[in-house]
DNA sequence: CACAAATA
DNA sequence: TATTTGTGG
C-alpha cells in the first residue's frame, strides 16, 4: 500500500488537460490492481472473455489509456521487477490477507450477501503474471511504450523523471517522492467520480499534483527527512513505529534530522525489525536500469481488435472508438513536435 | 473504472 | 447539456 504520509503532503488539484503535452511514468502495477479490483459487478464477478479468463484489468488500461491520449497525454508504463528481500515479509502478509479475503468472499455468496462478496472479492484480487504479460501485449498494439524495471517499478518510473524522459510519476501511492521523483500525480482518472467508502455518495475526484520541491519548502526538509518520516509510520520494507502517524514523524525528523541521525538520538527507534538504514539505502539506491527507450507510436488497429475481440470478446464498436481516440492522440502528438520548431 | 443509452 | 443508470467481458 505504500507509505502512508498524504496528511503532511501539500499538493494541488488540477483539472485533466493540465497534463497536455507531458510523459506521465505510470505505475503499472498500482494501475493494473485497481481495475483489477474495481472493475466488477455487483456481486463481485470480474469481467470474464467467454473461456473465462478475467479482462478488467484489459477493460480498464485500455479505455482509460485510450483517453489520456486523446487529450493529447503521453502515458508510458512501468512493470515491476524483483522486488528487494526486505518486501518479502510485506508481501506474505498481503498474500494472507487475500487468501482471507477469498475465504470470507465465498461464504458471503452462499448467504447470498452480494454486496458484502463484492468487497471481499476486491480485496481477494491479485495480478497472475499471464494478467500482466496480456497487459504489455495491449499496450504494444496501442502504441503505448513501457518498461520493464529490475526493481520496484516506483523506483524505476522516478529514476525516468530524473533523467529528464518523463515529466511526472502517476501512482495512487507516495513512494515515488521518496525514489526522489520531482512530481507525482494522483487521480489520473476519466470519470472524476468514485464511490466514498460505505455510503451511497459519490464524490467529485481530481488529478492531484504532488511536487517534491513544494514538500521540501513547506517543511523545511530533504529527501533524506522524507525517507525518515517513511521508515517512521511505516513503507513497504518495514512495519513502522507504533503510535507514530505522519504529523509526529515530521516532528521528530525536525528536531533529530535523519534516519541515521534519529537512530543516535536513541528512545524508541529500537522497536525496529529491520535495520533503518538499509531501508534508507533502498530508497536512496534503488535498483533500476538507464537501459530503456520510450517511443509513443500509432496505434495498431488490427492487432488490437485481434486481441479484444476476437481473443477477450470485447464489443468491437467501443474497442473502435477507443482506436480512433488513440489516432486522434497521435495528430496531437504531431501538433506538439510541430511546435517546439516555431 | 469506463461506456453508452436513457432521462431530466 | 448534464447527470443517472445499467452493463461491459
Redesign the pocket.
Known sequence: MGVKIKEILPFREVELDHFHGREIAIDAMNTLY??LS?????DG?????SEGRV?SH???LF??T??LVEIGIKPLFVFDGEPPKLKSKTIENRRQIRAEAEKARKKALEKGKKEEARKYAQRSASLSSEMIGQSKTLLSAMGIPWVQAPGEGEAQASRIIQNGDAWGTGSQDFDSLLYGSPVLVRNL???G???LPGKDK?KQ?SPEVFEIEKIFEKHDIDRKKLIAIGILVGTDYNEGIKGIGPNKALKRVKEDGDIEEIIESADKVDVMEVDPLEIEKLFLEPDVTDDYSIKWAPPNPEEIKRFLCEK????E???E??IE?LEKGVGERAQESLEKWT
Open positions: 485497481q481495475f474495481t472493475i466488477r459487478q455487483y464477478t470480474p469481467l470474464k472473455d479482462t484489459l477493460s480498464g479505455y482509460r485510450s483517453n482518472t476519466i470519470t467520480k468514485r464511490k459519490y475526484i477477450h470478446d470485447f464489443s464498436s467501443r474497442v472508438t477507443g481516440r
